[in-house]
């Protein structure tokens, strides 16, 4: 019924930047909260950064200052931009999605997309 799509991710060199693009799809007619979440390998999944639908944003303490998330509404798309990577950045990035209505009367939980792989090496 919903879909998260995400774009955006490769291989970048220490210092490098990237800037991940995530776009549901369906039949939305709004969405409460959008981020982004990383899983490394062995590790568990963490909250990167997340935004309201009125551009609240938290980030995780580890990319305050170097990652910047953003959201078209219009567009149901989020995006994170990310300067000053480091190989400690490299992970799996998910989009989510919370509280994606999807009629007056409906709404959908959480959606989440199938990730992209960032990786950060020289």
């Known amino acids: 019924q919903v879909q998260l799509v995400e774009s955006g991710g490769g291989l970048v060199q220490p210092g490098g930047s990237l800037r991940l693009s995530c776009a549901a799809s369906?039949?939305?007619?709004?969405?409460?909260?959008m981020g982004w979440y990383r899983q490394a390998p062995g590790k568990q999944r963490d909250m990167v950064a997340v935004?309201?639908?009125?551009?609240?944003?938290n980030y995780a303490d580890s990319v305050k200052g170097r990652f910047t998330i953003s959201r078209d509404n219009a567009k149901n798309t989020v995006y994170l931009q990310m300067n000053s990577l480091k190989p400690e950045d490299t992970a799996v990035y998910y989009c989510?999605?919370?509280?994606?209505?999807?009629?007056?009367?409906?709404?959908?939980?959480?959606?989440w997309g199938q990730g992209t792989q960032v990786t950060v090496s020289s």
């Open positions: 369906g039949r939305i007619r709004s969405i409460n909260s």
């Open positions: 935004i309201s639908s009125g551009g609240d944003t």
């Open positions: 989510n999605a919370v509280g994606i209505g999807v009629s007056i009367l409906s709404y959908v939980p959480e959606s």
